[in-house]
Each structure stands twice: as C-alpha cells, then as structure tokens.
C-alpha cells in the first residue's frame, strides 16, 4: 500500500456513470419512475438515502419545536406555560425523537448514499430490504407523536424509561414501546444490509484498508447496532409485560428489582451513544483531509481507535447508575472503563488535529462545521471525563451538567458533523451549490446560539440545579434565561438550513462540478453532479 | 415497480449474491441467538 | 489582509466577544462552581473536581492551541502549500501513552474518595429516609418518631401571584435535623416509584429504590440550613419535593429530639374526639392542599382525561363508605395500582377532616360530618 492510495480509490477515469453495454439489458429502466410511487417501492440507494434525510429534517424540527417548549417554560421561574406533566411529556418526547428520529435517520441516510458510491457498488446488497428499513420509520413517528393526543398523554418518565414510573404511565407508553420496537427493527435490518454491502460488494481492488473512513466506521457501527438493539427491544418488551402481563421484572414486591432495567436500557444505552458518534467521526474524517488539502493522519490507528471505541463501549454502562447504590468494587470498575475510553477518542482528535496541521486550509461551510465539532465536541468529551469520576459524579448526575455535557458531543459533535456531511455532499447529490455566505450565517449563528445555550448548564448543574424539572430556584434564573434566550437563537437558525436545503433540491444554485471541492478525493468525486440513478454497473478500477 | 429486484444487476455484482447471503444469515443468526438467550436467561426459570 | 481573511477575523473577534461576554456576565451572576462543601467528603469532591477539570482545561487549551495556530498560519488563502506527510507511529504511541498516565495518576485520589464516600460503619445515628411521591419521610429509628417532609412553598408563588421567596422550591414544612460532627448513617428507599436523595452541600447523593434499602452517610461540619432535591425523575411533582437538612449543635440537637418526641405523643390526636363540623373541615382544607390539591386542585375539578374531579363527583357525593374505601386503599384500575394510592398514612383525624371538607366544599353539600372514630373502626 502506497502512500497515495492510503485510505482511498481511484478510479480509472473515463468508466463512470451507465454508458456502457446496452446490448445486455434491454428491458432495464434508464431513471426513476415519476410521482408519488416512486418513494414507495424504490430499491435505489440513492432515493432512500434522500428519504431517510428529509424525515429526520422533519423530526428535527418537531423534536426542536418540543425544546423550544421546554425553554420557554425554563425562561423564568415559575410555572407559566406548561403543566409539569406536559413538561415531561415534552423533555422525553424530544429526547425519543431526536435520538431515533433524527440523528440516527440522518447518517443512516448519508451511509445509504455514500457507501455505494465510496465502494464503486452498483447499490446496497440488500435494495429491498433497503426500502422497507426506511419505511417502518413514519408509521413509528406517527405512533410517537400520536401518544401525545391519548387520554393520559405520552410517555413522561424522561427517554430513558425507568420503571417503576414507567408502569404507571398511561397507554402513551405502550405506543412508545412499539414505536421502538418497530424503529429497533428498522435499524437491525439496516445494519446487515450496511455490513454485507461494506464487506461483499467493494469493487475488485478496494482492500478495507483502502476503504474511506466514513465506510470503517458506518461498518463498526452497524456491528455496534445488532449487538445493542435487541437488547433495547428486550428492556421494553419486559416494561411492556410488567405493565400489562403480571410480570415483576422490574417490581420488588414480585421479587423483581427495578435498577435490573437500568442495567439492561445501559447496556444498550451506552453502545448507542457511539452509534451516533462514530458515524460522525467518519465524516469528520473525510471533511477535514479534502479542506486541508491533506490526506488524514494515521489512517490506521484511526481505524484501530474506532474499533477500540466500540469494543470497550459495551463495558462501561454502569457510569450512568453511579448512584445507584453498587458496591465500591462497581463503581471503580465503571470509572476506569471509562475513563480508558478517552484515550482512543483522544487519538482521534489528535489525529485531525494532525491532518490540519501544515496542511492548505480554507474554510468552507463544511469545514466550518468539521473544526466546530473539533472543538466542541472535544469540549464535550472533557466534560465527559469528569463525569466519569465517580465521586464528581455523585455531585453531578441528574443535574443540568449532565444536560451540558450530552448535548456538547449529541449537537455540537453529531448535529453539527451532519451539517458537515449535508454541505459537502449536496454539491454531489443536488447537482447544485448550496449559497456559501448563507451557509457561513448558518455555522456562525447556529455555533453563538449553540454554545449560549449549553455553556450555562454547565455551571446550572455544578451550582446544584436536578434535571427533568420545570421551575428552579431563583439563584438558577440568570443562567437559565440565557440558555432560553440561546436556545431561541439556535431553533431559528435552523430554518436557515431549511432554506439552504430547499435551494439545492429546487436547483436555485450554482451547477456543482463532479469535484467541486478541490481536496476532495475518492470514488464519489469521480462521477457527475448529481449522479446518474445508477451507479458502478461496471465495477470502476481501484489502484 | 420493484428497481434493483427486477433489473439485471451487474455480472460482477450478480457474483456477490451467494456471499451476501450468508453474511446477513450469519448477523440474523446473531440476532437469533440474542432472542434465545434473552427468553432463556428471563422468561424460561 | 484579503477580503475573506478581514471577513474571517471580524467573524472571529465577534464570536469571542459574544463567548467573553456570557462568561463575563455568568461570572457576576455567581454561582459557576459546586456549592460551598459543609462536610469533608464534600471538601474532597470539590478539590477533585478542581484537579480535574483544571487538567481537562490545559490540556484543551494545548490542542486547540495548535489547532488555532494552524487555523490562523495553515491557509491556503495565505500561499501555504500543504505538506503531505499522513503518519507516524512514534507520535501514536505518545499520544496514547501519555494520556493513559495522566488518567492512571487521576485514578489514585478518585478511588480513596469512592472508598471513603462507601464506608458507613461506625456511624452515630442512622436515619430512614422514605421518598414519596411527593415528599420525604424522615424516620429516626432510634428516638421512635418520624415525619414527612414536604414543599411548603405556597401555590401562590409558583403560579405567579405572589412573589418568590428567597428559598423558592428549596424550603419544607418539617426538614430533617442532624447534629454537627456526629456521622450520621442514612438509608434510603422509596414507597412506590425511583427518587434519589441528594444535598449538595454534604456531596451525598443515593437513588431511593422501592423495596430496597441503600445506605449513605455523612458528617456535617458547620452549623445551618442545607439544601437539595429529588435527583430522579418521579412524576409530574419531580422538581417540588425539596431536600432540607438542618444542622445543630448537639445540645440543641438533644433539645429537638426531646422536643419531637413529646409532639409526637401530643400530636396524636384522640381518635375518639368528637369534632365540630367547622372546625373539622378547617382541618380538612390544610389536609387536602398538603395532600390533594396537587392532582385534584384546589378549586376540585381536577384534570380532564388525569385526575378526575371531586366536586360534583358521585364517590363525594354518595355513600361514605365508598369514599372512605378509596382513601384507605386507593382506586385499582383492570387490577392495577393508579396515581391515586393509599392515603391510610395520615391520621384517623387527617382522613376524618379531609373527607368531611370534600363532601362540604365548592358545589358539594352533603352536609355530612365523618368523625375519626368511623376512620379507626374502618381500619378494622
């Protein structure tokens, strides 16, 4: 391996696009069937990919419009908006839709068009399969938002859903299970496609160490998905038998133990916050090598950090049960554990530090975006790190510092590469030039809101103030009206990328050359702007 | 109108089918086997 | 300087100004730091947390010290021309090694404090705390009393109509008393859903888990009033049951204990009084905002859909006894426990009044009076 072709493929140029053999197939479609239909029963990657995107636009902003609820309701003392039980509806509701309806759906959607096209694979393995993952996710959002109009309202007992409140709740619940049940499912299926696609249909020549950083970690990803998934289903499947079959999984009058739950939702819970963050991770990876006009430091260990990454993602779940009431011998393991985990996250960021440096820089939106998530999400990972320390911990846990911290790495590191990944490759799927000053106004402002609103809630939960409430104390109302006022900036920002996104897909732009990002390398760049709608029917060359 | 299922894929691709067979069957039996030992471990005493 | 490169540092300087600004301005607002520890566990909470996040902050300000510098001097609008070298093992193994010492050196003071914040042998009074929804009870099981502890915050300061007190959601009718310097041993469970126990001051922070029992403890080193909250997630009253622990010296301690047992033993109402019905229903009105009006409301008409109304209601309304049911047992719904749980806690007396105030209240004019002793012989 040279070091010219480390990390990516070249095409031998002039085999792109469907111009070739027409003697073969004379019965095959030459472009999408029009209207409405053609969403339905579409097998193209490139169409899924698009519909997984626009749906997670969409449960971005019904799950923002439930935070911008929730910091309306914070923006003063006392209770002006809401009613505390429609509050809660509202913070775990925003928590259920952001995590499985949006930031999940969106790399989902980058991984369904940007696999095939970095792998020179005509589509996904499994293209059938393909379209019915995407489309058990509307009628499961239909089932989230839905409980929120039943008698006794949605689920109200935070995202995490610890019983034994849980089995308290109202019928909302039982729709939320099956919600998950069925987004679990979605999910699982995806991820053998995902695999099989990255481990079966490279073109002759693309080794996985010559695969694009964005496919490694969609590829430990997806391993990441069927080992913690099940486990989920699992935990809801025995919420759902407590509730309803005479099961005492979860209650101690029946010889259950309610902490059981958490035990098992962690197990899950933990392996899918990397879910979320090594897709982004991959995208980072691509970002910065093309704007530094740099190929991406240590390409190897930053496959052997990820892996890393995921494996010890699985023994640290504990670290969100510190207080629990585990023995010593408990909470030490778990802080180690995790604690050891920021030393691969740390060669990550050490390693794009080092592709920066001495490279050629500039500093467009997705760039923008990429060094924005350098920064903060690393931020978060330190907060993360205090965390970790058991006795800092029992200070801080259930506090606004917690709040802090997951949104730092949730929004400033996923969201925030998302918008890295929706800038670069628009170009690529659009055929069109997003508006460049209008995507700098969106980076600026959604950064200055960003970090008003959560910089505060580090020093809220220091201070002492719990999570999951709906009025404080007044020595927590300055902080609090700040991050609203942020929070309102930063929700509004977002209508901007609205716009962006509607101009590319409405063609009101600049034609995008195949390449118009001048350190952008691999397969993806070799073919046109847009795509044709199928792809590497001939296997490309890769050196 | 199903696209990929119905077209021909191409011949290089085509030769794929058999290895992404066993692939996913090994990840459903993964799946599988979590179902198993979930039942067995919590419902079956 | 070129047009992007002005564009760019006005950008920046702007994005600084706004960053200095919001610390600026948290800053004189005060409180960015973990309270002022009143224990020693919590003295070494607070320096560990110091340690650490000082560490995290020179070490980030390392990073992306080079990351800015290289943001500043690396551009390409600037002629620089992009080197190309893309590994180096040494620098791997440095910057995976080093950041492994620096966690192992922070592993040693955080294991003595998790050690230490478990021992809770020796202690020199122990205290039951029982999370409810939504309240706490205090159980002194060696001085044979105990009492709830709930939100006295009026209802007219949370919806607005009066202005805040300075304790605000933070102050109780009947918080817990400890002595100073005396290590007191908490164990912590709950009634019916997950609480957590947590007073910042002393760094104590324990889950409550129905039907189970955990242990904490602590050592208050100064004299006051201490205040914390509910750290898990309960139901709809989560943020409003309140944390209070006052400190005495253990004189005036003995002087509280002493005190609280000759209320208990006054307090406890003769359940073969009989009661007038105005002062009965006085009784019964304290009762039911303390108790009730949180679901049902103050005004009786409950929540639409939640919590069902009590004026106009048949159960208030009709026999007595269905009534006085529902308040011993609770309402089971397909042979499932509701919100409405038991109340058989309160008194003979406490359930006497509140029942006669319902049925004697906003449109409801039975007219009745139900007497403590119809209470007691229903307890059977």
Known sequence: ?543 | MSDMAKRDLPEWAQKRARGNRIIALVLLGLVVLYVVLFVTRYVIR | MTNGTTRFARRLIAASAAALATITTTALAGNMNLQEPASPIADSVYDLHTVITLICFIIFVGVFGVMFYSVYAHRKSKGHKAAQFHENVRVEIAWTVIPLIILILMAFPATKTVIAMKDTTAPDLTIKVTGYQWKWNYDYLQDGFNFYSTLATPLAQIEGREKKGENYLLEVDNPMVVPMNKKVRVLITANDVLHSWWVPAFSVKQDAIPGFVRDSWFVATKEGTFRGQCAELCGKEHGFMPVVVQVMAEDKYAAWVADQKKKVAAAADDPAKVWEQGALIARGEKVFQANCAACHQANGKGVPGAFPALDGSAKVNGPKADQIHILMNGVMKDGKPTAMVSFKQLSDTDIAAVITYTRNSWGNKTGETIQPAEIKAARG
């Open chain 1, 1 to 543: 391996m040279t070091s010219a072709t480390h990390g990516v493929g070249h095409a031998v140029p002039g085999e792109h696009g469907h111009h070739d053999d027409h003697a073969h197939h004379d019965d095959h479609h030459h472009g999408p069937p029009s209207g409405f239909m053609r969403w339905v029963m579409t097998t193209n990657h490139k169409d899924i990919g698009t519909m997984y995107m626009m749906f997670a636009l969409m449960n971005f902003f019904i799950g923002g419009i439930m935070a911008m609820i929730i910091r309306a309701e914070l923006f003063q003392p006392g209770l002006q908006v809401v009613e505390p039980e429609f509050f809660n509806q509202m913070t775990s509701l925003h928590g259920l839709i952001m995590i499985f309806g949006a930031i999940m759906p969106v790399f989902v959607g980058f991984a369904n068009w940007q696999i095939p096209l970095m792998i020179g694979a005509p589509d996904m393995a499994f293209a059938r399969m393909n379209n019915w993952s995407f489309w058990l996710l509307p009628p499961a959002t239909v089932l989230l938002i839905g409980s929120l109009f039943v008698p006794g309202g949605s689920l109200s007992a935070g995202w995490t859903l610890y019983p034994p409140l849980t089995v308290q709740q109202g019928m909302g619940m039982d729709m939320v299970i099956f919600a998950v049940h069925i987004m679990g499912a979605s999910s699982i299926m995806g991820s053998i496609n995902i695999i099989t696609t990255i481990l079966n249909m490279r073109a002759p020549g693309m080794t996985l160490f010559k695969m694009p950083m964005f496919c490694w970690t969609w590829l430990i990803t997806a391993f990441l998905l069927i080992a913690a998934m099940p486990v989920l289903a699992g935990a809801v499947t025995m919420l759902l038998t407590d509730r309803h079959f005479g099961t005492s999984f979860f209650n101690a009058a029946g010889g259950g133990d309610p902490v059981l739950f958490q035990h098992i939702f962690w197990f899950f819970g933990h392996p899918e916050v990397y879910i979320i963050a090594l897709p982004a991770f991959g995208v980072v990876s691509q970002v910065i090598p093309a704007f530094s006009r740099k190929p991406l430091f240590g390409y190897s260990s930053m496959v052997y950090a990820t892996a890393s990454i995921a494996i010890l993602s699985f023994i640290v779940w504990a670290h969100h049960m510190y207080a629990v009431g585990m023995p010593a011998a408990g909470q030490l393991f778990f802080m180690y554990a995790t604690a050891l985990i920021a030393v691969p996250t740390g060669v990550k960021v050490f390693n794009w530090v080092a592709t920066m440096w001495r490279g050629a820089l500039s500093f467009e939106t997705p760039m923008l975006f990429a060094c924005g998530f350098l920064f903060l999400f690393t931020l978060g990972g330190f907060t993360g790190l205090v965390l970790s320390i058991v006795p800092v911990d029992i200070q801080l846990q259930d506090t606004y510092y917690v709040v802090a911290h997951f949104h730092y790495v949730m929004v400033a590191g996923a969201l925030f590469s998302a918008f890295a990944a929706a800038y670069f490759w628009m170009p690529k799927w659009t055929g069109v030039m997003y508006n460049e000053t209008l995507g700098k106004w969106h980076f600026w402002l959604s950064m200055i809101g960003f970090n008003v609103t959560f910089f505060p809630q580090h020093f809220l939960g220091l201070a002492g103030m719990p999570r999951r409430i709906p009025d404080y104390n007044l020595q927590f109302a300055d902080f609090n009206m700040m991050s609203s006022l942020g929070a309102f900036v930063f929700g509004g920002s977002q209508l901007l990328f609205v716009y962006i996104v509607y101009q590319c897909y409405s063609r009101k732009g600049e034609k995008a050359a195949a390449n118009p990002w001048d350190g952008a390398e691999g397969l993806e760049w070799t073919l046109p702007s847009p795509p044709p709608y199928h792809t590497f029917e001939t296997a490309p060359e890769v050196k």
